[in-house]
């Protein structure tokens, strides 16, 4: 059975022109990257191992499972193109490559990508001919040590520990080729307006269309359509007359058909879509989704498996995950330390389930400007590729940057200020990146400790072991309980403005129900021994937050455990600890001034 079968890209599909690329690729470690000088790789004999795509190496799924560091590796594909792709544009996509890809046609280089964590695609048209086979080959590179590029929780070491995890080289995300229309649509970018009821769309092609129109159908509880000229980046705005409100209580989406015809109207090229009309925003202290305040109720989710480790084996998985959240109380997550599989989101749409869209930001050494320049380049691609899914509400790429500088081998010559500002200036150019691309979401430029002054949400992380503790955090000043605290560093005080304030992770109680092999950790030292006890740890902090009139929402670490870290909600291998109903009771309840 061929892995991962469904289409990945659901709010833009060609579903009638693709063929799916997972399954059985040759594979060849190159551990001491002598394979491109000594042009081993080009021989059919050097792939001496199968590996399952889209699972990286170090997985069990792959059928390699060899967790070391693996700086190069190579892949090889046999590749027939579909005879009846003649005349078409020919695509290659890859969902993702962690870090560095270069691929290869027939031993022909075509083309290089920078970043693991986002899609790209390769034009094959001038390098493969319908009807017959080809031999695609892909070399990754992947120099997590470095601190050049974004790693998230993935382990600096050997073996995992705290809270880094079992690595991935490689490819990790579906691969699938499909044939284009010479200048058919190549993206486009869906804005919806709730106040004044309308919803634009922004096409790209793949060349400038001559002589063609575009034809936009919504189908909904009306039916509109609007006709046009294409002209790539040309926004085109319909008017609904009584728009249906997408939402966590009715997450109701509209179909859309983008219909590319000639001049006799005879079909050029054909995309299926999707959106769903909100808006989410901050006023003040408070989130507000369609108008209307929100309390956000959130889980970390680290998108982690135990046998894909950031590949879900299924795209069932990537449902039950968000049904699981959604079990126990949660209405959405923080995705965090990692780009999330495309159809993630899709089913976050589909369900109702509000989420920050993040970056595995961890191992980025901010002192380098390569790596200042390797996250700003990919960032973009994130923001771009996931622009149009209702279910994210906020872009958040970095994760508690107290640790600016901090690996330096001489704390007392170390100039803090100098390498605080250099972060912040970069900080402060990533925010404008973000909302030039995108206007319409708040910006969180990171989750918790030190925040620039351009962010939208002031966001803490409080892992306390008692309501009073937490609460004290909240609020320390005796004097003035009405105050709030801040995340105090080392090296950075940052203070609170009035945005909303948001205790974005919390919690973290170990809680192991049954015996196992891995001696794992939680937060505090709470060790746990009940559901019941469990349950009531989660209620007395959640209490604590729902009941200050002061706090916008709270993310409670975490959905599962992940590997050696024993604080979910559920097992790693997503099995309940306590009664969903039990946890639900307590985590549904909201404050009276929140409409959802």
Same mark, same amino acid.
């Given at each position: 059975?061929?892995?991962?079968?469904?289409?990945?890209r659901?709010?833009?599909?060609?579903?009638?022109?693709?063929?799916?690329?997972?399954?059985?690729?040759?594979?060849?470690?190159?551990p001491?990257?002598?394979?491109?000088?000594?042009?081993?790789?080009?021989?059919d004999?050097?792939?001496?191992?199968?590996?399952?795509?889209?699972?990286?190496?170090?997985?069990?799924?792959?059928?390699?499972?060899?967790?070391?560091?693996?700086?190069?590796?190579?892949?090889?594909?046999?590749?027939?193109?579909?005879?009846?792709?003649?005349?078409?544009?020919?695509?290659?996509?890859?969902?993702?490559?962690?870090?560095?890809?270069?691929?290869?046609?027939?031993?022909?280089?075509?083309?290089?990508?920078?970043?693991?964590?986002?899609?790209?695609?390769?034009?094959?048209?001038?390098?493969?001919?319908?009807?017959?086979?080809?031999?695609?080959?892909?070399?990754?590179?992947?120099?997590?040590?470095?601190?050049?590029?974004?790693?998230?929780?993935?382990?600096?070491?050997?073996?995992?520990?705290?809270?880094?995890?079992?690595?991935?080289?490689?490819?990790?995300?579906?691969?699938?080729?499909?044939?284009?229309?010479?200048?058919?649509?190549?993206?486009?970018?869906?804005?919806?307006?709730?106040?004044?009821?309308?919803?634009?769309?922004?096409?790209?092609?793949?060349i400038?269309?001559?002589?063609?129109?575009l034809?936009?159908?919504?189908?909904?509880?009306?039916?509109?359509?609007?006709?046009?000229?294409?002209?790539?980046?040309?926004?085109?705005?319909?008017? =609904? /007359?009584?728009?249906?409100?997408?939402?966590? @209580?009715?997450?109701?989406?509209? &179909?859309?058909? %983008? *219909?590319?015809?000639? #001049?006799?109207?005879?079909?050029?090229?054909?995309?299926?879509?999707?959106?769903?009309?909100?808006?989410?925003?901050?006023?003040?202290?408070?989130?507000?989704?369609?108008?209307?305040?929100?309390?956000?109720?959130?889980? =970390? /989710?680290?998108?982690?498996y135990p046998?894909? @480790?950031?590949?879900?084996?299924? &795209?069932?998985? %990537? *449902?039950?995950?968000? #049904?699981m959240?959604?079990?126990?109380?949660?209405?959405?997550?923080?995705?965090?330390?990692?780009?999330?599989?495309?159809?993630?989101?899709?089913?976050?749409d589909?369900?109702?389930?509000?989420?920050?869209?993040?970056?595995?930001?961890?191992?980025?050494?901010?002192?380098?400007?390569?790596?200042?320049?390797?996250?700003?380049?990919?960032?973009?691609?994130?923001?771009?590729?996931?622009?149009?899914?209702?279910?994210?509400?906020?872009?958040?790429?970095?994760?508690?940057?107290?640790?600016?500088?901090?690996?330096?081998?001489?704390?007392?010559?170390?100039?803090?200020?100098?390498?605080?500002?250099?972060?912040?200036?970069?900080?402060k150019?990533?925010?404008a990146?973000?909302k030039?691309?995108?206007?319409?979401?708040?910006?969180?430029?990171?989750?918790?400790?030190?925040?620039?002054?351009?962010?939208?949400?002031?966001?803490?992380?409080?892992?306390?072991?008692?309501?009073?503790?937490?609460?004290?955090?909240?609020?320390?000043?005796?004097?003035?309980?009405?105050?709030?605290?801040?995340?105090?560093?080392?090296?950075?005080r940052?203070?609170?403005?009035?945005?909303?304030?948001?205790?974005?992770?919390?919690?973290?109680?170990?809680?192991?129900?049954?015996?196992?092999?891995?001696?794992?950790?939680?937060?505090?030292?709470?060790?746990?021994?009940?559901?019941?006890?469990?349950?009531?740890?989660?209620?007395?902090?959640?209490?604590?937050?729902?009941?200050?009139?002061?706090?916008?929402?709270?993310?409670?670490?975490?959905?599962?455990?992940?590997?050696?870290e024993?604080?979910?909600?559920?097992?790693?291998?997503r099995?309940?600890?306590?009664?969903?109903?039990m946890?639900?009771?307590?985590?549904?309840?909201?404050?009276?001034?929140?409409?959802?």
């Amino acid at each position: 059975m061929q892995p991962k079968p469904e289409y990945p890209r659901m709010q833009f599909r060609r579903t009638q022109s693709w063929v799916n690329l997972n399954g059985e690729w040759g594979f060849a470690f190159d551990p001491n990257r002598s394979a491109l000088s000594s042009e081993k790789w080009k021989n059919d004999d050097f792939y001496d191992k199968t590996i399952i795509v889209p699972f990286a190496p170090e997985t069990k799924l792959s059928g390699i499972a060899d967790i070391d560091f693996h700086e190069s590796v190579f892949y090889r594909k046999e590749l027939a193109i579909p005879a009846e792709w003649a005349g078409k544009r020919i695509i290659l996509h890859f969902g993702a490559v962690d870090y560095y890809a270069h691929i290869y046609i027939d031993d022909q280089k075509i083309f290089d990508h920078v970043g693991g964590s986002t899609s790209f695609e390769v034009d094959l048209t001038n390098f493969v001919t319908p009807g017959k086979t080809h031999i695609l080959k892909l070399h990754a590179e992947d120099f997590l040590r470095t601190g050049k590029q974004g790693g998230g929780k993935q382990s600096f070491n050997y073996h995992s520990s705290g809270c880094s995890y079992t690595r991935i080289t490689g490819i990790w995300q579906t691969v699938w080729i499909e044939a284009v229309a010479e200048a058919g649509l190549k993206n486009c970018k869906i804005t919806t307006d709730i106040d004044n009821g309308t919803v634009t769309f922004v096409p790209s092609y793949y060349i400038t269309p001559v002589n063609k129109k575009l034809e936009i159908t919504i189908k909904g509880e009306e039916t509109v359509k609007k006709t046009v000229e294409c002209a790539s980046g040309a926004a085109v705005t319909i008017k =609904l /007359d009584n728009p249906r409100l997408w939402s966590i @209580v009715d997450p109701y989406l509209y &179909d859309v058909e %983008l *219909r590319m015809v000639d #001049e006799a109207g005879a079909e050029y090229d054909y995309v299926e879509s999707y959106f769903g009309m909100r808006k989410f925003d901050v006023r003040g202290n408070r989130f507000y989704l369609n108008n209307k305040p929100i309390y956000l109720r959130w889980v =970390l /989710d680290q998108g982690f498996y135990p046998d894909g @480790v950031w590949t879900s084996p299924t &795209d069932e998985a %990537l *449902r039950h995950d968000i #049904e699981m959240s959604m079990a126990v109380g949660f209405n959405g997550a923080r995705l965090h330390q990692k780009v999330f599989e495309e159809r993630f989101h899709y089913w976050a749409d589909k369900l109702g389930y509000i989420t920050s869209a993040e970056y595995p930001s961890w191992g980025c050494d901010w002192k380098l400007p390569e790596a200042q320049f390797n996250f700003m380049n990919e960032w973009r691609d994130c923001v771009e590729r996931d622009f149009s899914h209702p279910s994210i509400v906020m872009w958040t790429p970095l994760n508690e940057t107290v640790w600016v500088g901090s690996e330096a081998s001489d704390v007392a010559a170390f100039d803090w200020g100098k390498h605080t500002d250099s972060y912040k200036n970069f900080v402060k150019q990533l925010g404008a990146l973000t909302k030039a691309l995108d206007p319409t979401r708040p910006w969180h430029d990171s989750s918790g400790y030190v925040h620039v002054d351009n962010t939208e949400i002031f966001s803490v992380h409080y892992y306390m072991p008692s309501p009073e503790s937490l609460r004290d955090m909240i609020h320390p000043d005796k004097e003035d309980p009405s105050k709030f605290g801040v995340q105090d560093s080392k090296f950075v005080r940052t203070s609170y403005n009035g945005i909303p304030y948001f205790v974005d992770e919390w919690g973290g109680f170990k809680y192991v129900p049954k015996a196992v092999d891995v001696a794992g950790c939680g937060y505090n030292g709470i060790n746990i021994t009940s559901p019941e006890e469990f349950a009531k740890y989660i209620e007395d902090q959640a209490e604590v937050m729902r009941l200050d009139d002061g706090i916008a929402g709270h993310c409670y670490t975490q959905l599962t455990d992940v590997e050696q870290e024993q604080n979910g909600v559920y097992t790693y291998e997503r099995e309940e600890k306590a009664p969903a109903a039990m946890l639900k009771a307590v985590l549904e309840r909201k404050p009276d001034w929140s409409e959802f």
